[in-house]
């Protein structure tokens, strides 16, 4: 893998996708940062499921205080751990009237001072709320980035420091999503989709998905000649 692949891997991701974002549903930075503490362990179409009951209700920090914990866990209770979470964002949102009036902050270390939120929901606040070029290493971007040796680790904050210093700037806002969802749908845990990626003859991954029997990887071809 070298520089030179890497970009091309991240043009043909933007052709694809031009304008990436996450699957998540907020309108606010507090929505998404609860949105996100909620997704730990659990898909982003049931947290949307659960944040649509959820924020027609209470979607600014003292709302949530006034639900109190008990009738947080009534509105997310379809959601994995949502003990913990719910106990982890009553006490952000204490946090958040105490140190910042209400506000989300836009710095890690602030961030990541609220309960419940580690580097990875740091990073994708950054991102996706502030406009911050940061990378959000999770199991999707962490396969992605060994599986192809784009950024290959042996933990998520190795793959997310390679990728850093490999996405050519231009990428950069966008590429934790463009690999997420690449992940997401193609790139799968299991058998990955290899035989309609739209990387696949960039990937060094040596152990491709073959195309089904009859078909001779034209796919792979027409996406070199792109």
Known sequence: MNDTKRRRIFERLRAANPAPTTELVYQSPFELLIAVILSAQ????????????????????????????????????????????ARNIIKTCEHLLAAHGGAVPRTRELLEALPGVGRKT?????NTAFGEPTMAVDTHIFRVGNRTRIAPG?????????LLRHTPREFLQNAHHWLILHGRYCCVARTPKCPTC?????????????????????????????
């Open 42 to 85: 659990a898909t982003d179409k049931a947290v949307n499921q659960a944040t649509a009951r959820l924020f027609p209700v209470a979607n600014t920090p003292q709302a949530i205080l006034n639900l109190g914990e008990e009738g947080l866990k009534s509105h997310i209770r379809t959601i994995g751990l949502f003990n913990s979470k």
């Open 154 to 162: 042996a933990t998520p904050l190795a793959v997310e420091h390679k």
């Open 198 to 226: 739209p990387i696949a003859d960039l990937c060094e991954f040596p152990d491709k998905t073959p195309a089904p029997q009859g078909e001779n990887g034209s796919h792979m071809n027409a996406s070199e000649s792109a």
């Open 122 to 126: 740091a990073n994708v606040v950054l």
